[in-house]
């Protein structure tokens, strides 16, 4: 990891991408790059203002980390909307991630639009990391989840490529469905029979899971499989709190990818107040 490009409005949840983006820039002896969006389309006067208050924290902020955090530090401004301004200036870095804040929650925006983040992911073509934990330390344990499409292997080799596995322990979680287990329970079937189908399965999902994992060269510390019992993202972010982890890697498209899960209500709600970092991987 040689560049890291975080985007912050001077909130509270901007201060915890900062620091969680200073972490890294410091394990990986990496750059770090501020980036700030004012909105042009209001009176010049008003953007004008904010325009010299913003570059006069940033240019303090970025001395500050220079000279205490001892790591290299710049930014940049950027006139537009936000969600068309992080995007422009990821696409000219193209850093190797991007940190942002946590969801804001805006009911009727969101309805119709998406969080300014979740518009980001949707769009960016550079790894996205939300940065929802406290960030007092570096990553102990990544949980990387899989449904064995090319975009899990993708984000399987984001892992790999900024060297991951180097400074904690990587597991993987793939969450399989039995779509056809509803039917068979309510069948002429015996327990024992329905028992015997569930398990087959498990073991057809542990298969592919080890056969994905050996064409990656991937050797992780736990490979945790669960059925699908409520909703794959569920299911998801309750085998990351059960294995403690603090990041959750995922892909961004493919049969569970992000994308899908954001459409849905079940899933764009688990996204939202996940207490635990998430690095979204877009397809190569």
């Not at 998406?114 to 990391?129: D, K, Y």
């Not at 992780?220 to 990351?240: D, F, G, H, K």
């Amino acid at each position: 990891m040689k560049k890291i490009l975080v985007a912050t409005d001077f909130s509270e949840r901007s201060d915890r991408a900062i620091r969680r983006a200073v972490l890294l820039a410091k394990k990986f002896d990496a750059k770090l790059s501020i980036v700030h969006v004012i909105d042009d389309d209001r009176p010049k006067r008003i953007v004008n203002t904010e325009w010299e208050a913003a570059t006069a924290l940033l240019t303090e902020q970025t001395r500050s980390l220079c000279n205490i955090d001892n790591i290299t530090c710049d930014y940049s401004i950027v006139a537009g909307d936000p969600f068309e301004g992080i995007v422009k200036a990821s696409d000219e870095l193209m850093p190797d991630i991007l940190v942002v804040g946590p969801y804001r929650r805006q009911v009727l925006k969101d309805v119709f639009i998406g969080t300014t983040a979740e518009r980001v992911i949707r769009a960016s073509r550079q790894p996205i990391l939300m940065a929802n934990g406290v960030p007092a330390g570096f990553y102990r344990h990544v949980l990387i989840a899989l449904d064995f499409s090319d975009c899990a292997a993708d984000a399987v080799r984001i892992v790999q490529d900024i060297e991951l596995e180097k400074h904690a322990a990587i597991s993987v979680v793939h969450v399989f469905d039995t779509l056809g287990a509803g039917l068979i329970s309510r069948s002429a079937m015996t327990e024992a029979q329905v028992n015997d189908y569930l398990e087959g399965e498990q073991k057809r999902a542990s298969h592919e899971m080890a056969a994905f994992l050996s064409k990656l060269n991937l050797e992780p510390v736990q490979r945790i499989l669960r059925r699908n019992e409520t909703s794959i993202a569920a299911m998801i972010y309750a085998a990351a709190k059960e294995s403690s982890a603090d990041l959750l890697v995922i892909g961004s498209h493919g049969r569970s990818g992000i994308t899908k899960m954001l459409l849905g209500s079940v899933a764009g709600e688990v996204l939202r107040s996940v207490d635990l970092d998430v690095l979204v991987v877009p397809p190569r």
